[in-house]
């Protein structure tokens, strides 16, 4: 039972710390600090490893080490809704010197914080989340009350605590999962991450049992965030490997899914009408937060030049561009792309690649594959490269803004905000709305999920939605998750 004071925080099984601190005794290894040694201290950094790892897992390093900042947890604790730990550098001392956890010893002053891991004594070995007594969590506790009041429409089925999950079976799917990544020299079962590096599976693995917890105990965290609205929770999180155990009052769910997302509401910001001052569109450059408007509007010069390209271009030649994205086949056109240039890839590869081109820089990768797909996309495409090009200029103006701090960041930033806003506020909403509260659905970005009964209806709604924003049909894919799929 979850009281107050007992929190989730996942720890190896081998791990026991009245027994640990007995082996090892605090003062001999390394705590120096004026106050008594209290473990639920200890506990609580321990948890920051997994939770912050889950919650973002792109900051995780390529050797998977979790960054996380000494100062926030010293100073800034009351803020998360957490007690302040002053003396937090005596319990990571002793932690590393008693051969809990490693550090990374990468620091720079402002911009990089110090990297923690479990040592390797704790390698292939499993995990699992414990309720454990203490005063400090990183349970990312926030008062949500206003967004649960606002958009009804997205957080009652959280709130109805019906959204479950089979435990037994992901905990060891999800150690099967690691042991078989981690017997693979060759890395090629790895995930990769945006930038095409491969994820490390004992973060993956850590980050799935925590996740796996928040959905048991109904702590889902759902909340949307300030920066491109999206919504986030415990199951948004959650690897769709382990969806295949999530249900909804006992039945199974199905995801809709847009087929090559990114690329299909690239073609909205492909029309001029997008970025003009009396858009008529239903979702415009204008109705977007100004955390998106101001990187592309504050400089009067990236907006001037956005509207004359588009002005400048026949409109004829981005017909490829949409038909190819509508149809759903983006992918693929790029996978065999790959072969020509001498290299098989997965659908998942050419993604990551895909992904590449939008959260990075105008600078050409240092991987030569990487490279050599750039050219070949400007190539096929050069209006949409160029468009690219326009919209993550960086400018002076921004460098140095601490809201601004990749200005690269802005066309991805922006895609996500248009996804967020069709998903969550037109797809949703009108689902809310005209069956009368009665369909449960969950998002995760650009996926709507529901019960089976649900899908055609859903299904249909996204594609009337989709059509009216972006211009073009979606090609839409629906999926049941189960043991079987």
Sequence with gaps: MIT??????????SFNMEQHTAQYPPEQYGFR???KFNKEKAYYFLSLISSIAARSPDIVTEDGYTPINQRTVRDD??????KCIKDIKAYIDYLKQSGVILCNDSYIAGTKSFGYKYAPRYSLRRYSVRLVESQYTDDFISNFTGQYNTYPYLFQWYQSNLLMID????????????????????????????K??????????????????????HLYGAHIDETVGRLHSAFTGLNKKYRQFVTYAGERLVGIDITNSQPYIISLILNKNFWADNSTLPINIKNLSLTIQIPLCAPMETLFSIR????????NN????????????????????????????????VKTFMFYTIYSSNKYPKDLFLRRMRIAFNQMFPEVAKLFKLIKHEYELFKGAKEIEKQHNTLACLLQSIESMIMLHRCCKKIWKDRNHQVPIFTIHDSIYTTVEHQDYVKHVMEEELTRVIGIPPKLKPEVWSEES
């Design 4 to 13: 107050q004071r007992k929190k989730l925080i996942l720890l190896p099984d």
């Design 33 to 35: 600090s004026r106050l």
């Design 77 to 82: 604790g009351k803020k998360k809704g957490t």
């Design 167 to 194: 435990d037994t079976a992901a905990n060891d799917y999800a150690f099967q999962l690691y042991v078989e990544k981690m017997n693979d020299p060759t890395k090629a079962s790895w995930d990769r991450n945006n």
């Design 196 to 217: 095409g590096e491969p994820k490390e599976p004992e973060v993956q693995y850590r980050s799935a049992l925590l996740n796996i917890a928040k959905i048991k105990y």
């Design 308 to 315: 004359d390209f588009l002005n400048s271009i026949d409109e």
């Design 318 to 349: 981005l017909t490829e561009y949409k038909d190819l994205v509508s149809s759903g086949r983006f992918y693929e056109t790029f996978i065999e792309k790959a072969g020509e240039l001498g290299r098989t890839v997965s659908r998942e590869e």
